[in-house]
């Protein structure tokens, strides 16, 4: 063996287990912090970005050196999403069998494109498909697609819409591009989420062609100011939004779509869950009268992040969107994930949602969004017996919170921000900035959120008082 290659060989199997051990510990190390850590990182532990700041090294070194450096310093840096008291976003936190689920599967490292690559990520993704459909009352036969996130299930799904829509009038999108081709007619609310904005300019849409309809205050697409969809019309509805966790009426929006065969997509990244609990079930009425719907697991359900999943009615439109050849593809009779994706090679996402399907069941899955819900409520109901303004109705997960003047919102926020108990989001509403308080984690309980309470009260405390000098 040539020098080159017994360096290599040194630094790559350099006690595997002995690493890997190093990295659980710190891993276990960070969970058992995580009720005490910030939900942001100071500004002490910031300064620690010094620590990584080097040029590209020349020279290999330990890999438990590299092991420690994030263990001790990098887990210093990172925002606690996963703890009880971050309400940023919409990020939600991850359950501990998904953890450990993904952990094995990261191991295992398989490639989820084929049924030939891993037996293992086929079956779990094939009996995701059938569990989620069953889950949120999906017509049967929906096919699922695993994704990296919504925003890549939006573009899947409105791509499979926009196909379909033009094969009807006669237009091949596979043989004859987009050049040329009729126009379709694209109805969104003027709250949709801007990753649907932006699915919509990849898939050849541009913001001048988009139909925006006008919302009531919750920001729910107001219906009777919706023009009347025709066949070659793609609507997109919103199961969840995005400040104030408001659905689009999409029983009816479905209803007048389905009489001229135009084509429905649900955004539910967050709000599709609902559609799991028999408490919020009433908020997704009428979804399966929809043609595609996408959300994302790694919100509501908790798994670890990368896990966005596309739903479509109609399978073959959802393969020859995202169909693919190649004499060495060899497709099987199980099922051959990459045929529902983007993507061909992906990390079986599949192992983490199906340990959390299994784990959880059906009254699981219930009560994770029945306790977001609750938590919610609980949130806002204290935050106003204090005075805060809540201005939105909380129907889901997400809280809209606003102080008696503009600046006094603004700075309560900076100081929420800066309190090191809780972390929350600033946003627009109605052109009014808001605090926007998303409760995602399951670890969110009445403890942390009377925390919290206290860090904003003090933080309008400070702001007012720092107005009034
Ligand atoms: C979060 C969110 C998205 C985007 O999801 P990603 O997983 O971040 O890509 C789209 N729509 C809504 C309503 C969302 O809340």
Not at 131 to 152: K, R
Not at 213 to 227: I, K, S, W
Not at 401 to 419: F, N, Y
Request: hydrophobic residues 40%; negative net charge; glycine residues 8%.
């Amino acid at each position: 063996m040539n020098k080159q290659s017994q360096l290599l060989e040194m630094k790559i199997t350099e006690n595997e287990a002995a690493l890997l051990k190093c990295a659980t510990s710190y891993a276990v190390e960070y969970l058992e912090q995580l009720s005490e850590m910030p939900p942001f990182p100071s500004e002490e532990s910031l300064e620690k970005c010094s620590l990584f700041e080097e040029l590209l090294p020349e020279h290999s070194c330990e890999a438990s050196q590299v092991i420690n450096l994030l263990g001790e310093h990098g887990s210093k840096m990172t925002v606690a999403h996963t703890g009880g008291r971050y309400f940023g976003f919409v990020c939600g936190g991850v359950l501990p069998v998904a953890l450990s689920a993904r952990w094995i599967a990261d191991t295992w490292d398989q490639n989820n494109a084929l049924y030939a690559m891993s037996p293992i990520a086929s079956v779990l993704e094939n009996l995701c498909e059938r569990w989620l459909v069953e889950l949120l009352h999906l017509p049967n036969h929906t096919a699922a697609g695993m994704v990296g996130g919504s925003s890549v299930a939006i573009i899947t799904a409105l791509t499979a819409a926009r196909n379909a829509i033009l094969l009807k009038t006669g237009w091949d999108v596979h043989l004859r591009g987009l050049f040329g081709a009729p126009r379709l007619r694209v109805i969104i609310g003027e709250q949709a989420h801007s990753s649907v904005l932006k699915a919509l300019s990849m898939i050849g849409i541009g913001v001048d062609m988009i139909e925006r309809v006008p919302v009531d205050e919750q920001g729910r697409m107001r219906l009777e100011c919706m023009r009347l969809p025709d066949a070659n019309t793609l609507i997109v509805v919103q199961a969840g939004n995005v400040n104030s966790g408001s659905f689009d009426p999409i029983d009816e929006i479905c209803q007048i779509a389905e009489k001229v065969g135009a084509w429905v997509h649900v955004d539910g990244a967050s709000g599709l869950w609902a559609a799991a609990s028999r408490r919020t079930k009433y908020l997704c009425k009428g979804i399966e009268r929809a043609n595609s719907w996408s959300t994302d697991a790694h919100k509501t359900l908790n798994a670890p992040y990368d896990s966005g999943i596309v739903f479509c009615k109609d399978r073959d439109q959802l393969v020859r969107a995202m169909q693919a050849s190649g004499a060495y593809i060899e497709y099987s009779s199980a099922r051959d994930n990459m045929l529902y994706t983007p993507e061909m090679s992906r990390r079986a996402r599949s192992i983490e949602l199906w340990a959390i399907l299994k784990t959880l069941g059906r009254e699981g899955v219930e009560a994770l969004v029945d306790q977001l819900c609750h938590m919610a409520t609980y949130f806002s109901e204290r935050l106003s017996d204090v005075g805060f303004i809540i201005g939105n109705e909380v129907v889901f997960n997400q809280i809209i919170v606003q102080c008696e003047s503009q600046a006094t919102t603004i700075a309560t926020l900076e100081g929420i921000k800066k309190s090191g108990v809780c972390w929350c989001g600033g946003t627009t509403w109605f052109g009014k900035p808001a605090i926007r308080v998303s409760v995602s984690s399951w670890r969110t309980d009445e403890e942390a959120i009377d925390l919290c309470v206290d860090a904003f009260i003090s933080a309008r405390e400070c702001a007012r008082r720092n107005s009034s000098k």
